[in-house]
């Protein structure tokens, strides 16, 4: 069971079979744990941060890189760098286990809806968070692979299935184009995932909005320099 507010660093994990992370936050944080740890309750909490698979190593690349001058990330931080350059982590972003599994299947985008089926295919009562990611197909922007934009939280019972229905809008794919939002036209996938990492489905919608060019490409940038290695292109 571990209490900290925020573990970076987990390379003890791979010798448990299992780990709990439980704030010891309120008066009641230690009733909710024992529930937890004798089956009266299922646990169903997502990381809101990443787990490192190597703190150490990640915070001496982050040190060279600042060193010479490529520390700039843009909008690629937190799971969207992760993510987009394919890097190892130990728990990704909305990562989080239960003493039950959900099955998905189903996926329908229309009419500006995304609709899905969820089932608890375990023994026991549980919760599951569903989070639903946005990412362009061909942008003329330097943009993450894909980027949290709405979650839906589902309870269900033993072999319970559920049709979830989520709404998405044109600022789900919006970007900063000459210095204000606007809507950039084009193809889009959506995932519907349990964690950044594991897309459970997928699939690909139409949108129309403004035609925008690459000048932008750079502008989080200081200079061209800025640039990482064999990660932004």
């Known amino acids: ?16 079979s299992a780990l709990l992370l439980a704030p010891a936050d309120g008066a009641f944080a230690y009733d909710a744990l024992c529930d937890v740890l004798t089956g009266a309750a299922c646990p169903s909490g997502k990381l809101a941060y990443t787990c490192y698979e190597d703190a150490d ?3 001496e690349r982050m040190k ?7 520390y700039k990330m843009g909008c690629f931080v937190g799971y969207r760098n992760y993510d987009s350059f394919q890097l190892p982590v130990t728990y990704p972003f909305g990562f989080g286990l ?8 189903e996926l329908e985008i229309a009419g500006g809806k995304i609709r899905f089926k969820l089932k608890n295919t375990g023994k026991v009562r549980g919760c599951e968070t569903v989070q639903i990611y946005a990412g362009a197909k061909n942008s003329a922007l330097a943009r993450p692979v894909k980027e949290l934009r709405a979650y839906v939280r589902a309870d269900l019972a033993p072999g ?20 204000k939002k606007v ?9 519907v995932c349990s964690d950044v990492s594991t ?24 200079s061209d320099s800025n640039i990482l290695s064999g990660g932004y292109t």
């Open 1 to 16: 069971v571990l209490s900290s507010q925020c573990a970076l660093d987990l390379c003890f994990a791979k010798d448990l």
């Open 64 to 70: 060279a890189g600042k060193d010479a001058g490529k």
């Open 160 to 179: 319970e299935e559920k049709t979830l229905e989520v709404p998405f809008e044109n600022a789900w794919f919006s970007v900063t184009s000459g210095g």
């Open 98 to 105: 239960s003493y039950t599994k959900f099955s998905y299947s």
């Open 57 to 59: 190593a990640l915070f």
């Open 183 to 191: 809507t950039e036209a084009g193809e889009y996938t959506l995932y």
């Open 199 to 222: 897309v459970r489905l997928q699939g690909d919608v139409r949108i129309v909005g403004t035609r925008v060019t690459g000048d932008d490409l750079f502008q989080y940038l200081l």
